[in-house]
């Protein structure tokens, strides 16, 4: 049933009987773990399980141009109802698990009307999401709670976005009333290994603006992120035979071992920054007699701070191989993402009308800054400015995550409140 909103003279979700959760719990026993290691676009065929699923259930709402590509990539519209020139906008989320933890077998727990105690996931009791740990629970007192079960992730990053446009979209073309532009949705994948956009084709896509569905707490509003490097320091060294090595062998593991032991231990790292403090984080490391590697993320949210924090690693490297004659070194930085506000700031309607929405959906927007990337990063800078949406998705990549379906609902509400803003701005 859809209820006039007097203040604001909008249509809003009333009464509505939302698909979100129900839609929710299928999903995430879809396992769409992604993996780093594969060099193949989507690194898992399994993803592809869960996109089918999707374009069948989005024809079966009535979006006759559901799609799914050969690299993962699940396109749909919503066609316009409003007569206006309205910006295309994209609600996007990704349809990937990380491989932090299995996401195989998940078994979903519905907690109705949560009572604030401490929850003890029944397959491994050993596994407890308290309020001590994830405060956040303490706000959501009252509301229905879904865990896993306790041996993998529940998978609510993301697949609570993707339950959360699943449900806009089918309220939205049950009630073609509400006055709105064209709506593309788009569900990627591999978002998780960072590679969420790398075959995204912009031009089918569309779009003029978007917004991710891939954040937080209620309220939250995401327009800034890190800017984002990706280093690997390659150590040559000098191979003998190790009975007859004395002035002769140099060791790359070594080397390399002492280089990792110069990095700080009190500053610097992920373990001690927070807020807007950048961070160099080695990540991966490998190597033998001749030849050892090690990989860095860099990570920061002032952009020009990169190739900073990147002099000061390889000054690090520099002074490490002069304490080994005979070695070197190699030294390549590969961009990953930019923060998505450098994007966005010339944009500001589209974080205004996001804080608008939210307004109408009885929420004052938290603008936010990520400590971490997400694909609205990337696209922002393929052409699609593109802040981050609350989920209502906590404790993500554990086996202690959760989602509140009050919070996905919300979400849901701000969807369509977010369409109608840019319908009546056109």
């Known amino acids: 049933m859809l209820i006039l909103r007097l203040q604001i003279g909008q249509m809003s979700i009333t009464n509505y009987n939302h698909t979100v959760a129900e839609r929710f719990m299928r999903y995430v026993q879809v396992d769409t773990q992604s993996d780093p290691a594969s060099p193949t676009q989507p690194s898992t065929e399994k993803q592809k399980d869960l996109?089918?699923?999707?374009?069948?259930?989005?024809?079966?709402?009535?979006?006759?141009?559901?799609?799914?590509?050969?690299?993962?990539?699940?396109?749909?519209?919503?066609?316009?109802?409003?007569?206006?020139?309205?910006?295309?906008?994209?609600?996007?989320?990704?349809?990937?698990?990380?491989p932090d933890c299995s996401g195989a077998g998940v078994k979903p727990i519905l907690h109705r009307n949560?009572?604030?105690?401490?929850?003890?996931?029944?397959?491994?009791?050993?596994?407890?999401?308290?309020?001590?740990?994830?405060?956040?629970?303490?706000?959501?007192?009252?509301?229905?709670?879904?865990?896993?079960?306790?041996?993998?992730l529940l998978g609510?990053?993301?697949?609570?976005?993707?339950?959360?446009?699943?449900?806009?979209?089918?309220?939205?073309?049950q009630h073609p009333e509400i006055p709105h532009g064209t709506i593309r949705i788009l569900f990627t994948p591999d978002e998780e290994i960072g590679r969420g956009v790398n075959k995204v084709d912009m031009k089918r896509l569309g779009a003029?603006?978007?917004?991710?569905?891939?954040?937080?707490?209620?309220?939250?509003?995401?327009?800034?992120?890190?800017?984002?490097?990706?280093?690997?320091?390659?150590?040559?060294?000098?191979?003998?035979?190790?009975?007859?090595?004395?002035?002769?062998?140099?060791?790359?593991?070594?080397?390399?071992?002492?280089?990792?032991?110069?990095?700080?231990?009190?500053?610097?790292?992920?373990?001690?920054?927070?807020?807007?403090?950048?961070?160099?984080?080695?990540?991966?490391?490998?190597?033998?007699?001749?030849?050892?590697?090690?990989?860095?993320?860099?990570?920061?949210?002032?952009t020009a701070m990169l190739a900073k924090h990147e002099e000061r690693l390889?000054?690090?490297?520099?002074?490490?191989?002069?304490?080994?004659?005979?070695a070197s070194f190699e030294f390549v930085v590969k961009e990953q993402y930019r923060n998505m506000k450098e994007i966005l700031d010339q944009h500001p309607q589209v974080m205004d009308y996001a804080e608008e929405a939210?307004?109408?959906?009885?929420?004052?927007?938290?603008?936010?800054?990520?400590?971490?990337?997400?694909?609205?990063?990337?696209?922002?800078?393929?052409?699609?400015?593109?802040?981050?949406?609350?989920?209502?998705?906590?404790g993500i990549h554990s086996k202690q995550e959760y989602v509140s379906v009050q919070d996905m609902e919300k979400a849901v509400e701000t969807l369509v409140h977010l369409a109608q803003v840019w319908e009546q701005n056109s």
């Open 51 to 98: 996109s089918r699923i999707l374009v069948e259930e989005l024809k079966a709402i009535g979006i006759a141009d559901a799609e799914l590509d050969e690299h993962g990539y699940v396109y749909a519209t919503i066609p316009a109802t409003s007569s206006k020139n309205v910006p295309v906008l994209c609600y996007c989320s990704h349809v990937d698990t990380a």
């Open 358 to 394: 939210y307004k109408r959906a009885g929420m004052d927007a938290i603008r936010m800054s990520v400590r971490g990337g997400t694909d609205g990063s990337r696209l922002s800078f393929m052409g699609l400015p593109c802040p981050n949406l609350f989920t209502g998705e906590m």
């Open 314 to 326: 390889k000054a690090l490297a520099e002074e490490t191989i002069k304490e080994f004659p005979g």
């Open 156 to 173: 609510a990053d993301d697949k609570a976005g993707v339950a959360i446009i699943m449900d806009l979209a089918a309220y939205l073309i």
């Open 208 to 302: 003029q603006f978007g917004y991710t569905l891939d954040g937080g707490e209620r309220a939250h509003l995401e327009g800034e992120t890190f800017s984002a490097d990706g280093v690997t320091v390659t150590f040559h060294g000098i191979s003998a035979h190790p009975g007859y090595a004395k002035d002769k062998m140099v060791s790359a593991i070594k080397t390399a071992s002492a280089f990792v032991d110069k990095l700080p231990r009190n500053e610097w790292c992920p373990e001690t920054t927070e807020g807007k403090q950048g961070f160099v984080h080695p990540v991966h490391m490998e190597g033998v007699l001749e030849k050892a590697s090690v990989s860095f993320i860099i990570r920061d949210f002032d």
């Open 114 to 152: 949560y009572d604030g105690s401490d929850i003890v996931l029944p397959d491994d009791t050993n596994v407890v999401i308290t309020t001590k740990e994830h405060p956040y629970l303490i706000e959501r007192i009252g509301d229905d709670i879904i865990t896993a079960s306790g041996t993998t």
